[in-house]
T-cell receptor, first 112, second 117 residues
Framework: SQKIEQNSEALNIQEGKTATLTCNYT??????LQWYRQDPGRGPVFLLL?????KEKRKERLKVTFDTTLKQSLFHITASQPADSATYLC???????????FGKGTTLSVSS | GAVVSQHPSRVICKSGTSVKIECRSL??????MFWYRQFPKKSLMLMAT?????????EQGVEKDKFLINHASLTLSTLTVTSAHPEDSSFYIC?????????????FGEGSRLTVL
């Protein structure tokens, strides 16, 4: 069956460092992969989408990589700030053009 | 960007009562909306796909008679939890894609926290 795994439930880093979060998937052949941010008690907010033919995508301090051979995406936040503390979710289409299926998320805590 | 509004944000009800949650797309039309459920420290679980003008498609294990979904217009979908019980207490979140976009990012509502006493 299809599976999305975000291996780290929690990640604690110091302000200014780079946070790296991992998303692995099995039994999928996704055309693209997405990353969302979720704050406590709120709905997820879209951050980045990367397509299967893109190896890397950047947006300000965020960078996402997508390796379809390894079936893995890495999500980086450079120069992290306490305001980056949140849960980050990786997501794939259940089937093309349908709902998203989410990983369990990684809760990032950035301390000053 | 596209905005999805969800109401109420919090609701407390007695066991056995029914609760309705509304999800509106404010500045776009959504032929399809998605309802998710989230338990504490767990991921979002897809409950159903809500289609305007037709029946919702439910995920395996989700009781369609318990979680009634109505997609009455291109901007409104409702989820009714019927005869709620404490185990239905959860965070319910709706989402939609912008019109004309069959793939890509989802826009989420703020979520509705249901507590059943």
């Amino acid at each position: 069956s299809q599976k999305i795994e975000q291996n780290s439930e929690a990640l604690n880093i110091q302000e200014g460092k780079t946070a790296t979060l991992t998303c692995n998937y099995t039994n999928y052949s996704p055309a693209y992969l997405q990353w969302y941010r979720q704050d406590p008690g709120r709905g997820p907010v879209f951050l980045l989408l990367i397509r299967e033919n893109e190896k890397e995508k950047r947006k300000e301090r965020l960078k996402v990589t997508f390796d379809t051979t390894l079936k893995q995406s890495l999500f980086h936040i450079t120069a992290s700030q306490p305001a980056d503390s949140a849960t980050y979710l990786c997501a794939l289409d259940k089937q093309a053009g349908t709902a998203l299926i989410f990983g369990k998320g990684t809760t990032l805590s950035v301390s000053s | 960007g596209a905005v999805v509004s969800q109401h109420p944000s919090r609701v407390i009800c007695k066991s056995g009562t029914s609760v309705k949650i509304e999800c509106r797309s404010l500045d776009f039309q959504a032929t399809t909306m998605f309802w998710y459920r989230q338990f504490p420290k767990k991921s979002l679980m897809l409950m159903a796909t809500s289609n305007e003008g037709s029946k919702a498609t439910y995920e395996q294990g989700v009781e369609k008679d318990k979680f009634l979904i109505n997609h009455a217009s291109l901007t409104l979908s409702t989820l009714t939890v019927t005869s709620a019980h404490p185990e239905d207490s959860s965070f319910y979140i709706c989402s939609a894609r912008a019109e004309g976009q069959s793939t890509g990012e989802l826009f989420f509502g703020e979520g509705s926290r249901l507590t059943v006493l």
